[in-house]
């Protein structure tokens, strides 16, 4: 079974610039989240998707990111324009449906770096 | 909204020792706990997880953890650690109408 897969691995951008990343969930899982993960810290939720639909978005700074899950699959994570605080690994998850006790499988990250 | 605190940033142990990472929630009616591993160059995965139940939970990889409602805690622990277990370790909380919260995360250096 393949796994969570995220694109690109890397990205360094000067801030102001606009970034994208890219995740594909393991196949058939209904609920996609996007994390912002800062060096020395934990995990931060900022979407959660169930098929295509948005959950819970409450910690996405609105103004400067935006998410979309067309179709209930893929999902797309955009920041214009970064800044310099934006910088963090962004991590994707997808668990089978939505549930609190769901396990929730991570793919690699990306890592953004804004100069 | 809830919070978990994981007291330790770094543990430092000798092979075949063993450990204990700890992990303190902010306490709620009902809580389920989760501890992830992030091993060099991987993405998380699911150590194990307390639902309900018995509050000793077994994981995978030799783990286990007590979920302890009186103390808010929920402390992994393995009775003798490898070389292959340094990694991050994350303890996570949820709980009905919350979102998920992680720790700061315990970087765990297992020295031969």
């Known amino acids: 079974e393949a796994g969570v897969a995220q694109s690109p691995r890397y990205k360094i951008i000067e801030k102001r610039q606009s970034v994208a990343f890219w995740c594909n969930p393991i196949s058939g899982h209904a609920t996609l989240y996007w994390y912002q993960q800062i060096l020395g810290q934990g995990p931060k939720l900022l979407i959660q998707f169930q098929n295509n639909g948005v959950v819970d978005d409450s910690q996405l700074p609105k103004d400067r990111f935006s998410a979309e899950r067309l179709k209930g699959v893929d999902s797309t994570l955009k920041i214009q324009p970064a800044k310099l605080e934006d910088s963090a690994v962004y991590l994707c998850?997808?668990?089978?449906?939505?549930?609190?006790?769901?396990?929730?499988?991570f793919g690699p990250g990306t890592r953004l770096t804004v100069l | 909204a809830q919070s978990v605190t994981q007291l330790d940033s770094q543990v430092p142990v000798f092979e075949e020792a063993p450990v204990e990472l700890r992990c303190n929630y902010s306490s709620s009616v009902s809580v389920y706990l989760f501890w992830y591993v992030q091993y060099p160059n991987q993405g998380l995965q699911l150590l194990l997880k307390y639902l309900s139940g018995s509050t000793l939970v077994k994981g995978i990889n030799g783990f286990e953890a007590e979920f302890n409602k009186s103390q808010t805690s929920f402390h992994l622990r393995k009775p003798s650690v490898h070389i292959s277990d340094t990694a991050e370790y994350f303890c996570?909380?949820?709980?009905?109408?919350?979102?998920?919260?992680f720790g700061t995360g315990t970087s765990l250096t297992v020295i031969p």
């Open positions: 998850a997808s668990s089978p449906v939505r549930g609190l006790t769901d396990t929730q499988y």
């Open positions: 996570a909380v949820t709980s009905t109408g919350n979102q998920f919260y």
